[in-house]
């Protein structure tokens, strides 16, 4: 069986972990794969036999699976997780006052997070590391991003945004 996973360092892989260890017992002959966003991980799992997705149900894919021929929603493995702490970032020190008219790289479903009065112009990422590689390669200019983020691409935490918890749906593929 293949377990699709987004990059190191996601709120996805966190979650992988986590499920993993509370079903070791059922999932003990598996192959993680990474993919940048949900939709490669799907694209990715739907080219297998019997593939794995963990998504968030924040993330719009989540609908998109519960109708979509050959998933099937595992019901008594759905858990909940509370997020770690998210921040917007940047190279720099700033404060978010100066971030008027700035462009902010963030997950789609993480935008509603940031705070309408700062002005930002929102350009789409497909997680919070490749937000915060957007910032590094000077594509944005600030970043919604997690801890592991600022420290390995080396960003300033400007403020942190608000926590939530997310209810984790895994996801079987198996072509009919």
């Not at 998210?86 to 020190?93: C, H, M, Q, S, V």
């Amino acid at each position: 069986m293949q377990i699709h996973c987004l990059e190191v360092g996601t709120c996805s892989d966190r979650a992988l972990g986590v499920f993993l260890e509370n079903n070791h017992e059922a999932y003990l002959d598996f192959t993680i794969k990474r993919a940048d966003s949900f939709e490669n991980c799907r694209v990715f799992a739907e080219s297998s036999k019997a593939s794995l997705l963990l998504v968030p149900h924040l993330h719009s894919i989540a609908g998109t699976l519960s109708l979509a021929s050959g998933w099937e929603l595992v019901s008594d493995k759905i858990f909940t997780l509370k997020n770690p702490p998210i921040y917007l970032a940047a190279r720099t020190i700033v404060a978010a006052g100066d971030l008027k008219g700035r462009t902010c790289a963030s997950l789609e479903t993480l935008a509603p997070l940031i705070d309408k009065r700062l002005g930002l112009d929102v350009k789409p990422a497909k997680n919070t590391q490749h937000a915060a590689r957007q910032v590094v390669e000077l594509e944005a200019d600030c970043c919604v991003t997690n801890q592991r983020g600022i420290e390995f691409f080396e960003l300033s935490p400007i403020v942190e945004l608000n926590n939530f918890t997310v209810v984790w749906l895994p996801f079987l593929y198996r072509p009919k």
